[in-house]
Nanobody, 110 residues
Framework: QVQLVESGGGWVQAGGSLRLFCASS????????MAWYRQAPGKEREAVALITGARTDYKQSVKGRFTISRDDAKNTIALQMNDLKPEDTAVYYCKYLGFWGQGTQVTVAS
């Protein structure tokens, strides 16, 4: 069983930065993907960034602004979000295999 707990969300003005963290309990493998998703009000949940080992992939609209990283020693992943835009406003979730965290709210004011 894996439990994922996100933190680091908050309110920021457009152009600002936030860093999200996802801590996992239980064993996770760096060979398997961990991902950040987000869900805005009235919209479907969408993948934002994915990390498998050293490989990373991003949703096109966040490329160059968001960076996903992992610390295997601490069983955590992070999402550095720069140059935030109002359209980035959403609840951000961490995912590993079939496990989801509870989400953390990110609000970007224009």
């Amino acid at each position: 069983q894996v439990q994922l707990v996100e933190s680091g969300g908050g309110w920021v003005q457009a152009g600002g930065s936030l860093r999200l963290f996802c801590a996992s309990s239980g064993s996770v493998s760096s060979l398997l993907p961990m991902a950040w998703y987000r869900q805005a009000p009235g919209k479907e949940r969408e993948a934002v960034a994915l990390i498998t080992g050293a490989r990373t992939d991003y949703k096109q609209s966040v490329k160059g602004r968001f960076t996903i990283s992992r610390d295997d020693a601490k069983n955590t992943i992070a999402l550095q979000m720069n140059d935030l835009k109002p359209e980035d406003t959403a609840v951000y979730y961490c995912k590993y295999l079939g496990f989801w965290g509870q989400g953390t709210q990110v609000t970007v004011a224009s």
